[in-house]
């Protein structure tokens, strides 16, 4: 398995996120692209209940790839 990594910003996560899924890789994470810097957002949400913002500013959206899946082709599809 390999990981493929692309940044992207707020308003693209979900929808990067869901066209990488569809490409046919395993599991998607989203993670704050700031993080362990001064720009570290924390999303906050009632307790229970998700964040309303359900990305942050720069994201880092990591795609797990299984065996054979060629990451350009993945890409692709994603982009298309």
Known sequence: MRELV????QS???LLADAL???G???VSV???DSDT???APLYGEPGLEPEV???NNNRVVAL??????PAQVLEQAAG
């Not at 692309?6 to 910003?9: A, E, G, Q």
Request: charged content about 30%; proline content about 7%; overall charge negative.
């Open 12 to 14: 693209e996560a979900e």
């Open 54 to 56: 359900q990305a942050w």
């Open 38 to 40: 001064q720009n570290e």
């Open 31 to 33: 993670e704050d692209a």
């Open 25 to 27: 890789v395993l599991a």
């Open 6 to 9: 692309l940044k992207c910003p």
């Open 65 to 70: 790839l299984p065996d054979g899946l060629d």
């Open 21 to 23: 899924l569809e490409a």
